[in-house]
């Protein structure tokens, strides 16, 4: 497991968060189609956080795309490098996201992140920003539509609808389950929408959420427990930007603290 500490110069404002999402926004790739299901690597990233002490652990599990095996996984731990602001939790997790992925014994392939890309307020969500800053193909597969709507998709799996800011397609609700809850899929960087969610039914071939998802969270939790156990007063450092406190808000239904967990 890595220790991360927070990048000098990172964000510690909204105002400065927001001006770096403006920035890297520009860069986002949306003309390449990305790898076809079923080969390759496909890599999930989740974290889980202990707010009361101030931590964050983040894993990344490399699967065989095609019989989705386990490949080769790595975990980070680190300080929170950022308040809980609705629309900026990227900024709460790329460093410890990027140090487990970096600590890998191999390719990651595409990323699957737990949250969003493109369905973003400032269409910029997670899934973006980490494509941009590693060039890496990603996409979002998320729990809840956020601020976004969506009619319900057909009960068959593998039925899809639009997912809408106003009348933009930002994304999709795609049905992985008959009579299940949609999940809603998004571009991150370097895929096109289709093949977004013809990644995510090939990730999903008996739950709702992906094979990726599901073995990411059970990591990072687990690295959290123990992180938590071993730490000793001043381990990650010093302060982090923007101070404490969290907030409620649309995302956090995609993000837990410590102990809380998701539905399948």
């Known amino acids: 497991m890595r220790t991360v500490s927070i990048p000098a110069g990172w964000p510690a404002t909204e105002e400065q968060a927001r001006a770096v999402q403006d920035e890297l926004r520009t860069k ?3 003309d390449e189609p ?6 390759g690597h496909v890599t999930g990233v989740d974290v889980a956080y ?3 002490r101030d931590v964050v652990a983040a894993a990344a599990v490399v ?5 989705l095996e386990v490949v080769a996984e790595a975990t980070a731990v680190g300080r929170i490098s950022f308040p809980y602001v609705p629309g900026l939790l990227a900024f709460r997790e790329i460093p410890t996201v990027m140090a487990a992925l970096d600590a890998l ?6 990323v699957v ?6 369905a973003h307020p400032r269409r910029f969500g997670l899934a973006s920003h980490l494509g941009v800053l590693t060039g890496l193909p990603t996409i979002g597969v998320a729990k809840n539509p956020f601020t976004f709507t969506y009619d319900d998709p057909d009960t068959p799996r593998g039925s899809a609808s639009p997912l809408l ?3 933009e397609e930002v994304g999709r609700a795609l049905r992985t389950r008959e009579s299940v809850k949609p999940v809603f899929v998004s571009v991150g960087h370097r895929v096109t929408l289709d093949n977004a969610c013809a990644h995510t039914l090939a990730l999903t071939p008996q739950y709702r959420l992906p094979e990726t998802t599901r073995r990411a969270d059970s990591l990072c939790r ?5 992180a938590t156990e071993e730490l000793r007063p001043g381990d990650l450092g010093g302060p982090r930007p923007g101070g404490g406190g969290a907030g409620a808000g649309p995302e956090a239904g995609d993000r837990r603290r410590a102990g809380t967990g998701g539905g399948p």
């Open 222 to 226: 687990r690295a959290l427990k123990e």
């Open 165 to 167: 800011a106003g009348t």
């Open 50 to 52: 202990d707010d009361e």
């Open 28 to 30: 986002v790739v949306l």
């Open 34 to 39: 990305g790898p076809p299901p079923g080969t």
């Open 113 to 118: 992140c737990d949250g969003y890309g493109l």
């Open 105 to 110: 014994k191999c390719p990651p392939g595409l």
């Open 63 to 67: 699967l065989d795309a095609a019989t």
